[in-house]
């Protein structure tokens, strides 16, 4: 009879399952530092939980970001079995295969059996993020990382409601995402809750129909002096419980170990990181360096390349070192645009290798809105269109954009279509609600948390 049936939480967002031993491990990041240097663990891993990664038979890769996908770490693990998301485009299966990864596709809606009591499931959604479900002995993992389960949510929640014992695992408050924003006269804009993380946590955690909760994919701190300023918001792993209200669910601690056959648990106790800030220039980065011809050349090709900008900016300036450097989507008005400021290597090097993503999410670069935006910015139509759809998905045209979501929709049938639907309805009536309050005022954070409480009793 088995008595090793358990998983660990370590790391950013790393799961290792046991079936008597170490069989799968997800989105390993142990070693390197992400995003140009702008990240780095906030906890050490363990000898014991780096032993079991390094013994495991599978590694499984939710998407593209270096905190999930780093060379750094999956170089130490090229004997593995590689397993992935059927994400469009396959940019991963592609890049791994030809560096002798063994690497697998897993399909999104079957379960695929990796041990005697452990199944998992992938779920992709079309912003090149993907949800894994973990049957461990009967127990299920809900592994959402970074992602929203666009199209997933009826089906999602159909699965939980089999399961007696459910785990909820997804990012909040990591701020995995571009935050250094300006306005024209130079101020920072704050996008920063102020309601205690919890308080929406325990809200979702009911609405998934999860039993537990555990806190994943937000344990990183900044590592460059230039990107050092957003520590100040980041929180620590025993602050998401502040504001955890259910009589349906409960929060568990970040670092954990789950005897499945017990149905008892213990913390594990990672050691703060402590490291001194990286000066830029150890990765290239001298602030004062310009862009050289062939440089903007390349850079203009690259941002007009992606069709779907023409229809809703003006202009992206590039401000590398003292100059502007100017990029037109429309020649006779310049009312709305964007002015990316950033170090002249990793810039380069974000456009040369189509990772414009790590810019935005290493939060070093500065990122000023011209004209009238809404109070989300950059999205849903310029960062998805450049970083998720065009890099990782290949797709820019119209036309390749048009055969990118009907992939998607083929996937999430009829049901996923209408929840892609009420989804997209909720956001744009949530953006039009962001432009009239701020979002730290009394009345919007009051709103917003009746919003997640109907939302979690509604199913």
Known sequence: MKKNIKFETIGNATIICYDD????????????????GSWSLSHEIPEQQQFAINTSEYIWI?????????????????HKKILLPDHY??????????QGFNVKIIKDKEWTNISENIKIM??????????????INGRLIINMNDCVAYGWSKYIRNIVKKYNISF????YAGYADMCNFFDEDGRQINVFESSPVGSYISKDTDYWGAKYFIPFSSFHQMA???SAWLNKHLIDPNEYQIGYQSDKSEILSPFIQYDCIKDDWKPLEPKRQKKELVDPREYGDIWSDELEGDEYRMAKYYFQSIEHLYGFIDFINLKVGSKDNIIEFKGKKFNKGITFEAPRNSLVTAINYEVFDDMMIGNFMKTTLHGNWSEDRLYPNITPYIAKYGDNGKAKTKENLEEYFREYRKRYGIQGIIDLFQHKIELKTKNIYRDYLPRDSWFYQKSK????????KAF
């Open 89 to 98: 485009g396959k940019r991963i299966f592609h890049g791994l295969s030809e």
């Open 21 to 36: 031993k170490p069989v799968l491990v997800t989105d390993p990041w142990f070693d390197g530092n992400p995003y140009f």
């Open 168 to 171: 909820y695992l997804r990012l």
């Open 224 to 226: 460059r002096i230039d």
């Open 122 to 135: 992938c779920l992709c959604d079309f912003n090149q993020d993907a949800v894994l479900l973990i049957d």
């Open 62 to 78: 939710s998407h593209g970001h270096p905190d999930h996908l780093i060379s750094d770490s999956i170089n130490h693990l090229k």
């Open 449 to 456: 948390m009746l919003y997640y409480k109907m939302r979690s």
